[in-house]
């Protein structure tokens, strides 16, 4: 398993759009990834095989692959499965991103996801984590990387407005993985904090690949008619 793209600190973009977003698809998401690359990043995060392959095939980045998939009465979207993993490594994903938390999946219990990636594509993992006690259990259980992604979004994990730096700093001191900075992150202030506090990459999204997003904030500071 290899993390050279982790070998300098940067920027990783997620390139994803929900299915009622205007860009959603990978002929809009592999244009994404393009521009991001020609911005530099290190890295795409992206969803769903589809896109994957079409960014694998324009562009030269590692991919941190996911497969989001709901389920009626199971908290876990993120690559839920080791069936959902295995289309987005056929895909050709560099690495596959997982929630790591302790919520109810509909697939294999973390342990033997975590085990079944590793064993059958010899794919690093990247946990994406809503506690300390949830990317301590990841990185114990095998995974390359933990990321701060869900903090904020679980019924354990306090929502805030901005990043959680706080998770980002006891991670770093408490585990011996890389760790990955990720959610809600809007500056490059804000990134400038997370590298100082010791994340090895951050990954910004909405920020920079939602444009529907970033029009409504401005929008919002508009004056009223």
Avoid: W
């Avoid at 009622?20 to 998401?29: I, Q, R, S, T």
């Avoid at 085990?115 to 010899?122: A, H, K, L, Q, V």
């Avoid at 690949?209 to 919002?220: K, M």
């Amino acid at each position: 398993m290899t993390l050279a793209f982790l070998a300098r600190s940067g920027l990783v973009v997620s390139c994803q759009a929900r299915p009622d977003n205007p860009l959603h698809g990978a002929v809009h998401m592999s244009a994404m990834a393009r521009a991001a690359e020609q911005g530099g990043a290190i890295a795409i995060r992206a969803n769903g095989a589809a896109d994957v392959a079409a960014i694998r095939a324009v562009t030269r980045l590692p991919v941190i692959g996911i497969a989001k998939r709901r389920t009626a009465g199971f908290d876990v979207e993120i690559t839920p499965s080791l069936a959902d993993a295995r289309e987005i490594a056929a895909a050709g994903a560099a690495m596959i991103a997982i929630d790591a938390t302790d919520r109810a999946r509909d697939g294999e219990v973390l342990s033997e996801l975590i085990g079944g990636i590793t064993r059958e594509f010899g794919l690093p993992i990247m946990a994406d984590v809503a506690t300390l006690e949830e990317g301590e259990a990841a990185a114990r259980m095998g995974c390359a990387v933990v990321a701060t992604t869900l903090s904020g979004y679980t019924a354990n994990s306090p929502r805030q407005d901005g990043p959680d730096f706080e998770l980002l700093a006891r991670l770093v001191a408490r585990v011996s993985i890389p760790v990955i900075a990720e959610g809600r992150f809007t500056t490059p202030g804000e990134l400038a904090r997370a590298f100082a506090i010791g994340a090895c990459a951050v990954v910004v999204g909405t920020a920079i690949t939602n444009p529907r997003e970033i029009t409504r904030r401005f929008a919002a500071a508009a004056p009223a008619t």
